[in-house]
């Protein structure tokens, strides 16, 4: 194969000393490099793909203490099944299981073996969630938990959460996610930013500005006046852009909702480095409760903690 030809002078160069290498001394090889790159190498040379599918390759790209959140499993450990580690780690990227008695999902990021966690609407510290006349919990089909938290009407909008630095992958940059959908009457967000943040417990934690109504977050971004409006509101829309012309510092860094794969909707909240051997408690939270305005339509399926990319 023409690829693999000159894969192999590439790595040898030009002599072929890389073939008679014992495959145990390649497992070591690609053991240093990541998921990603070593399936890339299995296709291109015939020198790596066993080696690529040995299991003390996949041992080491899998976490150290994966034994142990696979016995957390809300199935039971019995239930995730595996005939190799790459089996495995392929089965933990793309198949996310809840621990913790279904208030956490676990799940692998598949480029880099990192770990990734959706803390449950249920498990998050949501103010006024238990007075039905603010907010319901609902059952969704489309939902990987059992229940989702639905906003009905609140003037003071906050949700935070926590999770041990611990539980997360070491020297590895991550970002943490509000997931959560619109449903067709939302109101209260769309002329108003509420904010995110993240940080150690007991220090001070970096805010940044967040939308949350996506349709008024693309207004916002394009300065886009939609004709329903009616007159009156296009001409307040107007003279609030006459009178602020420039978004303000944080409101140029905002960041946006974007839609998933899976159907929902995602907006940051906030990046952390986590060092290794760190154990404290990262706080996340979103907050509106400077426009005492009510707000009503988001139904939050959780908040997703995974490595950022790039």
Not at 132 to 153: C, G, K, M, Q, T
Not at 171 to 190: I, L, P
Not at 248 to 269: F, T
């Amino acid at each position: 194969m023409a690829v693999e030809n000159r894969y192999s002078s590439a790595v040898s160069g030009g002599g072929g000393e890389i073939y008679h290498l014992p495959e145990g001394c390649i497992a070591n090889v690609l053991s240093l490099t990541n998921p990603r790159d070593t399936c890339r190498l299995s296709v291109v040379a015939t020198i790596f793909r066993s080696a690529a599918e040995s299991d003390a390759v996949w041992d080491l790209f899998l976490p150290p203490d994966y034994r142990d959140i696979i016995c957390r499993s809300s199935d039971g450990p019995d239930s995730i099944v595996f005939s190799s580690k790459k089996e495995l780690y392929m089965y933990l990227c793309d198949h996310p299981f809840f621990i913790d008695g279904g208030t956490k999902s676990f799940s692998l990021e598949k480029r880099s073996g990192k770990k990734c966690y959706m803390l449950a609407a249920r498990s998050l510290s949501i103010v006024w969630a238990d007075t039905p006349r603010y907010w319901r919990w609902i059952s969704l089909p489309e939902s990987r938990f059992s229940e989702v938290a639905e906003l009905l009407d609140v003037c003071w909008f906050d949700i935070s959460s926590k999770i041990n630095t611990s539980m997360l992958s070491p020297d590895t940059d991550y970002a943490a996610y509000f997931v959560f959908t619109t449903k067709s009457r939302t109101y209260g967000f769309d002329h108003q930013s509420a904010e995110g943040a993240v940080g150690i417990s007991g220090n001070e934690r970096k805010t940044q500005t967040v939308f949350l109504d996506p349709e008024a977050a693309r207004r916002h971004m394009y300065q886009i006046v939609p004709m329903r409006l009616g007159l009156l509101n296009r001409m307040a829309d107007m003279l609030r852009r006459e009178a602020n012309p420039l978004p303000s510092e944080s409101e140029a860094h905002a960041r946006y909702p974007q839609q998933r794969s899976d159907g929902w909707i995602e907006v940051e909240l906030g990046q952390f480095f986590v060092k290794r051997g760190q154990d404290a408690e990262l706080e996340m939270s979103l907050t509106e409760v400077k426009g005492g305005n009510w707000k009503s339509g988001l139904v939050v399926e959780g908040i997703e903690i995974r490595p950022k990319e790039g």
